[in-house]
């Protein structure tokens, strides 16, 4: 009855970021592969995938930096007019 209830943890994705694997401790493996030797498989991109990668990104970060700008430029505006 009890392992109806038991909700699976979404927070333990398993993944370290740190090797655990340390010389002294009962689980040490001195034949365990490092996690470093793994190859990523990337995939390659044309050139025109790449831009408009790039591009992407651009339009993704446009309206913060243009409010970034336009916040400064109003508080900008805001200390001229107090002191002048």
């Known amino acids: 009855m009890a392992?109806?209830?038991k909700k699976e943890d979404?927070?333990?994705t398993t993944t370290t970021f740190a090797d655990m694997n340390v010389e002294?401790?009962?689980w040490y493996d001195p034949n365990?592969?490092?996690?470093?030797?793994?190859k990523t498989n990337r995939p390659k991109l044309t050139?025109?995938?790449?831009?408009q990668l790039v591009r992407a990104a651009f339009a993704a970060y446009l309206p913060m930096f243009l409010i970034l700008i336009a916040a400064f430029g109003l508080m900008v505006l805001i200390?001229?007019?107090w002191v002048g």
């Open 3 to 5: 392992d109806k209830n």
């Open 10 to 12: 979404d927070l333990d």
């Open 24 to 26: 002294g401790f009962r």
């Open 32 to 38: 365990a592969k490092k996690s470093g030797d793994k």
């Open 47 to 51: 050139r025109k995938e790449y831009w």
């Open 79 to 81: 200390a001229w007019l």
